[in-house]
């Protein structure tokens, strides 16, 4: 089937620093990618759409200067937290649609800001 | 705005056992309605993909039925195994929100050898 990888899956960061994820969809391409954030024991919460070439569309109440997002290809897309700090804590996990019929998922990046 | 509600929040039950998880939406202008499963610490598996048009999906072990109308989904997990155990999501797909899914909370679910 389709596979979506993320990559770190893990990453330890200390408080000011910027952290990279990356999102490739490795056997289909992908022009749009979504970007979630899940709190532990909660739901996934949409943050921003990734557009192939384009400018990111963020969700209401998410700041697209601390969550930077780049589409530059059609199989990766990156999320970047800048300046990251303890509430940035959280389960990043991105998605990308295969034929625009169904959704596949990364294995998510457990980011903790120390 | 659609709201997807799962219930139960949580589920115990012993290994064989057949497992009912439910998922209620409040629109019906859906696309389509997609079942995961999560594991701790770990991304979204796709179970079960039904369009707008279908009422049921089946694979192996797993049935999920749906009705749009009614804005319900029902998964079913037969013959219930430890393995078994994990988060399960539904998340539907709505017309006026191209790509956006929509996800309920989720069921824990605890299968007990």
């Known amino acids: 089937g389709a596979v979506v990888s993320q990559h770190p899956s893990r990453v330890i960061c200390k408080s000011g620093t910027s952290v990279k994820i990356e999102c490739r969809s490795l056997d289909f391409q992908a022009t749009t990618m979504f970007w979630y954030r899940q709190f532990p024991k909660q739901s996934l919460m949409l943050m921003a759409t990734?557009?192939?070439?384009?400018?990111?569309?963020?969700e209401q109440g998410v700041e697209k200067d601390k969550f930077l997002i780049n589409h530059a290809s059609l199989t990766l897309s990156t999320l970047t937290v800048t300046s990251a700090h303890p509430e940035d804590s959280s389960f990043y996990i991105c998605?990308?649609?295969?034929?625009?019929?169904?959704?596949?998922f990364g294995q998510g990046t457990r980011l903790t800001v120390v | 705005k659609q709201e997807v509600t799962q219930i139960p929040a949580a589920l115990s039950v012993p290994e064989g056992e057949n497992l009912v998880l439910n998922c209620s939406f409040t629109d019906s202008a859906i696309y389509n309605l997609q079942w995961f499963r999560q594991d701790p610490g770990k991304g979204l598996t796709s179970l079960l993909l039904?369009?707008?048009?279908?009422r049921e999906q089946t694979s192996g072990r797993l049935n999920a039925s749906l009705d749009k109308s009614s804005g319900r989904s029902t998964l079913y997990i037969a013959a219930s195994q430890p393995g078994d155990s994990a988060t399960y999501l539904c998340?539907?797909?709505?017309?006026?929100?191209?790509?956006?899914?929509?996800f309920g909370a989720g069921t824990q679910v605890v299968v007990t050898p």
């Open positions: 998605s990308a649609w295969r034929l625009n019929t169904e959704a596949f």
């Open positions: 990734s557009n192939e070439g384009s400018k990111a569309t963020y």
């Open positions: 039904i369009q707008s048009s279908q």
């Open positions: 998340a539907v797909r709505p017309t006026d929100s191209w790509g956006k899914l929509q």
